[in-house]
């Protein structure tokens, strides 16, 4: 009897995971099996035996526009006023001082007490049959401004990154609640069994303030995590044999361990352990296929000149190439940090001049191709592409290092990000902010909403998805969040 | 035809009148019949959060009281006249209740309308009335079973017409026993030795034996650790280290000494508040120390400490009362009769508290290891004899103080960077350790509150730094007088300026004269830069205080230097409770929709109503409070408690929702069973955890084999009824341990600072090295493995482990292709499946097969089934062919010293890397 097949066809009678996780905590694994019974404790609940596979694929709420997402993070907070949002007044105002008013009952990390204004340290023009403003700084994405939607009065609450990380990526400052792509993943699962669904991949300096909890499950199982790729080392943990073991024998030992298993199940009839036999095959198939997937040497040069990518580095060029093979996979949600933006104007190549246009110019023609790239694979129409940073940027001059450095405090009132394809308006600006950048003024946006928006178009309602932990209904917009249809093609 | 009808009519008007009658004699129990139709049905709208109409169905007085209509919903011995019976009859669809849902049946109606009538009685949700005391252990027919538990379980099974399963073999009940009571397997002789135990109280010997192993106290603390949310770091943005680790160790000992557990609950919750507290009762309270602190830049203090207090209520909650208040911060509870401002009452115990979310994390309880320990106090005893009478240190306090004492007596003022008490967002102490450097920006400033500056001349410093600057010495306040300063300039070539731990090479000592002043002043130090620029711009590692005619220089050289010595003693660290004196207690606010910035209405300390009231003569402060989770009135301590016992030995609580015993968590399995045990806990047992734990694996329940036919899996599959033995997924720890022990790598050192296991995806952060330990040390058990929050160490975490930045009473059991991965290939793993194989080759006599059955017993303790025998022996056959193969292949090249090794060892090294990842090795059956 193929015991395999087996385990697969009893998780397939059984995909109503949100349902049974709302339900009843009770765990995935030995618990999982027959716990759809044991919520309502009842002795004759049946005998159907039901596997589980916490990754398969499940139905949305209602019809999805995106089938996968992926979130650029450009983790430090670019500024909104050398890249989007441009301000010709703010350039009048440049050097003189910041009316007190304006900073009343407001918190900065390190602004002074009476900071000057500071103009745009970039040039704008405008772009595309939209004639949408974009900055000098960013040449590639001003040819493909007509593909996207920027929002320009964005808000959040965190002043801090690590914070405000958080709050961008789960919904609320505080550690412990599951990231969006862990929500993602628990609501939709996964179309590709040998990968995992939500894939994180960092470039930049260092790891980002919030650390892994910014991919994080959370209360969610573990299984919900992002599951960081690496540029160096294993692609995935513990993917690569050890000692003498090669592949050949790994495949040997695996079914030897799956054949001792199943004398097992024979003599002990806990079905879990059909599942236990499923997860090895599962874990054998990830070897190869993770690490294929992880490979960029076998594209075509003309998209490593596309994407400005080098095999074997660890960029974000990289990175993008390899979000869009995972996305090709049918990854669900993959998640980029590019660390670097946290221009205070400390020193030299720390200003929103000279130090932020270096980093767009490491993320600028990658980002471009990962959107064109997509569009050309017929991908992009359902495919969400965000970009953007966990807060904006000050209109004044945060002087920490003298005038000479021109940095911008943190500043969540009013901060852009964009997005592109999976069922979003082309070539659309939204949202408008004060003269100065300051605040918005109409559509406003709060992360909340953002969030509800993506769910949205993933087909999923953001006040449906919950989960119940410490006694009450957890989701990612916490009790706020609306969808924002304006944004909707 | 007709005739017929007629009678038959007849024949049910009888029946339902008799029906009727019986059904009114019974009268209505509001817990059976009318509670879980009103928390199905009615309370969502009609409850905490919502109050439709102005009904609320929480408190029997919320739902006799006018609606918005004016009337009452209910009018106690009338459902005549009760809106709610209208209500639930109406014709119209938009009136009828529930709304937009199917009509209750007619049958739960009159239940309605019966208990109205019998004057709308309400009763308490079972888990908030006190276990009776006097429950009886019911009598069953057949003839099996140990103690009382058994007689309980068994009425059960007979209702579902369950039988037992026969008693485990002898093996599998060993290795239940040791990986259930203290987390590792046997040895081999200690498993031959009950093997072969032919006495009729072996199993109970052995069960006695391991309650006094010193490693029982660690298995416990797994499983309290995760409730403690115990770490080695603070969490957040930087997640700096913590030194929290004596607390570890304060769990495993008392677990040990089976402290009871009403002491093990009075001492973490307010040891501080204990009369003459020892070192021990202190560090107990780290319990609540635990709680998260950030440490980044600009992040506001009183924010984080809120959240902190707000923590430590919701886990006071949900350890003892197995209540969930995640919903009462907000609002009040929706389903639960707890009120919002509840919430808040409850939160004045713990919000006057010193700690305040500051880098230095104090109050601390500064100890010394035990060599140290005599070090210091000899040279305290030393020192103290050459004191004048007026100088002489408290004999009665803890040694760290007394050392504080003596050197400030002697006039020896130095204060150490970790003690400074920082004012200022800019500041912050460096990692790792955390107790040599300052990192000071411009313009931020420290203070000390009344300082004697009496005789104090000149004040030094002990300075790093790559740039320049000032140090300004205020009085009073910053824009105070300046009473001296000094300019610092670069101390010594830096190769990395933004390196975060100088070299010893670059500290310098710097010194100010100051302006003479007399008596106790407030001292502020201002911190300024020079031209250069920069972020960093001085690190500090202390400052002096230099008198004119110190009392040490009054004395010879052999007490200056054994002075020196005493201040050079490096003592541990632990945050511990402390109580803010009542002059600076706080007052304490309900925070309106939990925002801590918007308040609302003063409240003072209090329980929740539902939950009784603090017992007679306890003080109203967290020591009351501690005492009344505690006293034996509280209806949910014990019961809680006892079932997450259970749930560690047979993988589901009694109440499954361990974190919720609430009106929406599950009913008990077995509640009187659940009763019975929380009593014999309390009044038998006095709160002996050993005790409890002895009843439970003593009992036929426990004892009986896991395997069971599927019938009988498909009839109960999560074993609830408990038909069968338990059979669970081990948990990380006993995963880790077992691999290390079977293998003979497992250091069994107890205790003692975290330790750093090798990780592939080390962190490269400057906060945060993970340095990996060497030697031995690298094999101790999961326990001790250095826990970083934003980091966790990954095998923990894969299998299953919590990331404890919160209590968590569950850990939910998966299974995953990353558990396989880990098991397969993570070094730690391939390193103790290398060592099994080698002590399966140790008997040269063996032959292969009897070696592949010495590995499978190491693991099992019992020899495998000829069926499995088969298969490893096919695994080991192929390997070592395919090993010989590689081998002749590449002989023609050099061969490496790493090559050296024969074919049979890699063979054998597969099979025990196979064996480490069975089913029946990662599970207790």
Redesign the interface.
């Known amino acids: 009897m193929d015991f395999l097949s087996q385990a697969q066809l009893e998780i397939a009678r059984y995909n109503t995971r949100r349902h049974f996780l709302k339900k009843c905590m009770s765990g995935l694994g030995a618990v999982a099996l027959g716990s759809f019974i044991g919520c309502n404790p009842t002795v004759d609940g049946g005998n159907q035996l039901l596997a589980h596979n916490p990754l398969a694929p499940l139905n949305p709420h209602f019809s999805p526009k995106a089938k996968r997402v992926i979130f650029l993070h450009m983790a430090g907070a670019p500024s909104q006023l050398e890249l989007f949002d441009y301000k010709p007044e703010l350039q009048k105002l440049n050097g003189k001082s910041c009316p007190p008013s304006l900073l009343e009952g407001k918190r900065y990390p390190f602004l002074g007490e009476s900071p000057m204004m500071m103009g745009p340290q970039a040039s704008f023009k405008q772009y595309g049959a939209s004639g949408t403003y974009v900055s000098e700084f960013l040449p590639h994405f001003a040819s493909m401004v007509d593909d996207v939607t920027i929002l320009k009065a964005l808000h959040t609450d965190e002043f801090n990154h690590a914070p405000a990380q958080l709050l961008m990526h789960t919904g609320s400052p505080r550690l412990g609640r599951p990231s969006m792509g862990s929500w993602a993943v628990y609501g939709l699962g996964s179309e590709n069994q040998n990968l995992p669904g939500f894939v994180v991949l960092l470039s930049g300096a260092e790891n980002i303030s919030a650390g892994k909890s910014a991919w994080g499950s959370g209360f969610l199982p573990t299984v919900y995590q992002g599951v960081q790729c690496r540029s160096k080392g294993d692609p995935v943990l513990y993917l690569s044999n050890p000692g003498k073991i090669d592949s050949k024998m790994r495949k040997l030992s695996i079914d030897i361990i799956n054949d001792i298993n199943e004398k097992e199940y024979q003599e002990s009839g806990d079905p879990e352990i059909l599942s236990r036999i499923s997860q090895y095959e599962l874990a054998f198939r990830m070897q190869t296929a993770v690490p294929e997937v992880m490979d960029i040497n076998d594209e075509p040069q003309w998209v490593h000149e596309m994407y400005g990518t080098e095999p074997g580095r660890r960029s974000f060029a990289n990175n993008c190439l390899l979000a869009r093979r995972l996305l090709e996979q049918g990854v669900r949600f993959v998640q980029l940090f590019h660390r670097g933006w946290d221009h205070h104007g400390t020193g030299k190549g720390n200003g929103v001049d000279d130090g932020l246009k270096s980093m767009c110019q490491s993320v600028d023609q990658a980002t471009t191709a990962l959107v064109n790239d997509l569009k050309q694979r017929g991908l992009l129409e359902d495919t969400l592409v965000v970009w953007g940073g966990e807060f904006g940027r000050t209109p004044m001059m945060e002087a920490r290092s003298g005038a000479n450095y021109k940095g911008r405090d943190h500043h969540g009132d009013a901060f852009s990000m964009w997005l592109a394809g999976g069922g979003m308006k082309q070539g659309l600006s939204y949202g408008e902010t004060d003269e100065i950048g300051f605040y918005g003024t109409k559509d406003r946006m709060h992360v909340h909403d953002l969030q509800a928006t993506i769910l949205h178009q993933l087909g999923m309602d953001h006040e449906k998805l919950t989960y119940t932990f410490q006694g009450r209904e957890f989701r990612l917009t916490d009790v706020a969040g609306k969808v924002v249809k304006d944004i909707l093609a | 035809m007709r005739l017929l009808l007629v009678i038959f009519g007849g024949l049910l008007l009888i029946l339902s009148s008799v029906l009727t009658m019986c059904s009114s004699k019974e009268p209505i129990s509001y817990n059976q019949d009318i509670r879980p139709v009103i928390n199905n049905q009615c309370i969502a709208c009609h409850g905490g959060v919502k109050k439709s109409a102005g009904l609320s169905f929480l408190t029997r007085e919320e739902a006799m009281d006018s609606t918005e209509s004016g009337l009452p919903a209910i009018v106690p011995g009338d459902a005549k006249h009760s809106e709610l019976i209208k209500r639930l009859k109406h014709h119209d669809l938009e009136q009828r209740m529930p709304l937009e849902a199917k009509p209750l049946p007619e049958e739960t109606i009159r239940k309605f309308e019966q208990w109205i009538n019998e004057g709308a009685k309400w009763e308490k949700h079972w888990a908030f009335i006190p276990p009776q005391k006097d429950i009886e252990v019911p009598a069953v027919s057949k003839d099996w079973g140990k103690n009382g538990i058994d007689q309980f379980i068994l009425q059960k099974l007979e209702i579902?017409?369950?039988a037992p399963e026969a008693k485990a073999e002898k093996a599998v009940l060993l290795r239940r026993l040791y990986l259930d009571l203290i987390g590792i397997p046997p040895s081999q002789q200690e498993a031959e030795a009950f093997l072969q135990d032919e006495r009729p109280d072996a199993y109970e010997k052995l069960v006695d034996k391991l309650l006094a192993s010193p490693h029982f106290g660690e298995r416990w603390a797994s499983m309290w650790l995760d409730l403690a949310r115990y770490a080695d770091s603070k969490?957040?943005?930087k997640?700096l280290n913590r030194n929290i680790w004596q607390y570890r160790d304060w769990v495993i000992k008392a677990f040990n000494n089976d402290m009871p557990f009403d002491q093990f609950t009075v001492e973490q919750l307010a040891g501080d508040l204990l009369p003459q507290p020892t070192e021990d009762q202190l560090i107990a309270t780290a319990f609540h120390r635990n709680t998260?602190t950030?440490d980044?830049?600009?992040?506001?203090n009183e924010e984080f400490r809120t959240?902190a207090v707000i923590d430590r209520v919701?886990t006071t909650f949900?350890v003892w009362q197995g209540?969930?208040?995640?919903?009462v911060q907000c609002h009040s509870h929706p389903y639960d009769p707890v009120f919002h401002e509840e919430f808040y009452q409850f939160m004045d115990y713990f919000n006057n508290t010193i700690d305040a979310d500051v880098y230095n994390e104090r109050p601390l309880l500064f100890n010394y290891e035990e060599e140290d320990a005599e070090k210091v106090s000899e040279l305290v005893s030393w020192l103290d004899e050459r004191l004048p009478a007026e100088r002489k240190v408290d004999q009665n306090a803890l040694l760290h103080e007394r050392k504080e004492q003596l050197l400030y007596n002697a006039d020896y003022r130095r204060v150490e960077a970790e003690s400074m008490h920082n004012n200022h967002?800019i500041i912050e102490l460096i990692p790792d350790g955390q107790d040599v450097v300052w990192q000071i920006q411009?313009s931020t400033w420290i203070m000390f509150e009344d300082v004697d500056l009496t005789d104090v001349e000149a004040i030094s410093f002990r300075c790093a730094t790559p740039l320049s600057g000032k140090i300004e010495v205020k009085l009073d306040s910053l824009k105070g007088a300046t009473l001296g300063e000094v300019t610092v300039n670069t101390t010594g070539s830096w190769d990395n300026p933004m390196m975060v731990k100088p070299e010893p090479a670059l500290w310098k000592n710097l010194q100010t004269s100051i302006t003479k002043t007399e008596g106790l002043h407030d001292v502020y130090y201002l911190f300024k830069k020079h031209r250069h620029?920069?972020?960093h711009l001085f690190h500090l590692d202390w400052i002096e205080y230099h008198e004119k005619t110190p009392l040490k220089e009054t004395y010879d050289q052999e007490f200056n230097e054994k002075l020196e010595e005493l201040a050079s003693v490096k003592p541990m660290s632990t945050p511990i409770m402390g109580e803010k004196s009542p002059d600076r207690s706080r007052i304490t606010h309900v925070f309106e929709r939990g925002n801590w910035l918007v308040l609302g209405k003063e409240v003072s300390s209090a329980v929740p109503e539902i939950m009784g009231e603090l017992p007679q003569g306890v003080p109203n402060n967290r020591l009351g409070m501690a005492q009344w989770l505690v006293n034996k009135d509280n209806p949910l301590t014990a019961r809680v408690t006892v079932n997450r016992f259970w749930e560690q030995l047979f993988?589901?609580g009694l109440v499954?929702?361990m974190?919720?015993f609430?009106s929406?968590g599950?009913a008990p399995?077995h509640p009187e069973l659940l009763d019975w045990l929380a009593v014999q806990f309390m009044e038998e047992y006095d709160w002996s955890i050993k005790k409890l734990l002895k009843t439970m694996v003593m009992s036929a329940t426990y004892q009986q084999a896991?395997?069971?036919?599927?019938?009988?899996?498909?009839?109960?599959?999560?074993n609830?009824?408990l038909a069968r033995g338990p059979?669970?997924?081990l948990s990380s720890e006993q995963i880790r341990d077992q691999a290390l022990a079977a293998s003979g790598l497992l250091n069994p050192d107890i205790g003692g600072p975290s330790i750093m296991p090798p990780r592939?995806?080390m962190?490269?952060?400057?906060w945060t090295d993970w340095k990996t330990t060497e030697g031995k040390a690298q094999h101790r058990r999961g326990l001790y493995v250095f826990w970083r929050?934003?980091?966790?160490y990954?095998s923990m975490?894969?299998f299953?482990s919590p990331?404890r930045?919160?209590c968590t009473s569950?850990r939910?059991?998966?299974?995953?292709?990353?558990?396989?991965?880990?098991l397969?290939?993570?070094?730690v793993y391939?390193v103790a499946a290398?060592a099994l194989a080698e002590r399966m080759m140790e008997n040269k006599q063996n032959d292969v097969d009897a070696q592949l059955e010495a590995g499978y017993r190491m693991l099992i303790f019992k020899a495998p089934?000829q069926?499995?025998l088969l298969?490893?022996k096919?695994?080991y056959d192929?390997?070592l062919l395919?090993?010989q193969q590689v081998r002749m292949l590449s002989s023609t090249e050099v061969v490496s010293t790493k090559d050296t090794l024969p074919a049979e060892t890699?063979a054998m090294?597969?099979v025990a890397?196979?064996l480490l990842?069975?089913?029946?090795v990662i599970?207790k059956?």
Not at chain 2, 296 to 300: L, R
Not at chain 2, 323 to 327: E, L
Not at chain 2, 706 to 718: H, T
Not at chain 2, 824 to 827: A, K, T
């Open positions: 579902y017409d369950l969490g957040y943005e997640d998260m950030n980044e830049g600009g992040t506001v959240a919701s949900e209540v969930t208040m995640g919903c967002q411009d620029t920069g972020q993988g589901y499954e929702t974190e919720d609430g929406q599950f399995s896991s395997q069971a036919s599927p019938e009988k899996i498909a009839k109960d599959p999560k609830t009824y059979k669970v997924r592939p995806d962190s490269n952060s400057n929050r934003t980091d966790p990954p975490i894969t299953d990331v930045n919160v569950r939910i059991r998966t299974n995953t292709p990353l558990q396989a991965l880990t397969l290939n993570d070094s391939y290398e089934s069926e499995k298969l490893l096919k695994l192929e390997a395919h090993y890699y090294r597969l890397n196979a990842n069975l089913d029946e599970n059956n």
